[in-house]
């Protein structure tokens, strides 16, 4: 069973950094490869949205409100996705989850993570 496992998330002042990760267990590397993965957030209150997607080809799509600031890239060999967080903002603060969709061998399942709390407060 594959299952998207995220890390790197915590408190964070204004204006700091953080590096979210993301490994796919349980997926064979051909199948990591075809699929497509992306990072999505809920605050309290809110519904999920899309921060940012890549593709197997690795283009990328990036909301609004992060562009400029998050940078989204993975690592096949470590069946891996990232999400470099820079200049993070308040309304950054949210759970961020990571999304895997592969594109053969699972039908049209999507498979996502238990999602690792992002805080950025002074």
């Known amino acids: 069973q594959l299952q998207p496992v995220e890390s790197g998330g915590g408190l964070v002042q204004p204006g700091g950094s953080l590096r979210l990760s993301c490994v796919v267990s349980g997926s064979i590397t051909s199948v990591f490869n075809s699929g497509e993965l992306g990072w999505y957030r809920q605050a309290p209150g809110k519904q999920r949205e899309l921060v940012a997607a890549i593709s197997r080809s690795g283009s990328t799509n990036y909301a609004d409100s992060v562009k400029g600031r998050f940078t989204i890239s993975k690592d096949n060999s470590r069946k891996s996705v990232f999400l470099q967080m820079n200049s993070l903002l308040p309304e950054d603060t949210a759970v961020y989850y990571c999304?895997?969709?592969?594109?053969?061998?699972?039908?049209?399942?999507?498979?996502w993570g238990q999602g690792t709390q992002v805080t950025v407060s002074s």
């Open positions: 999304k895997f969709d592969p594109s053969y061998g699972y039908g049209s399942k999507t498979f």
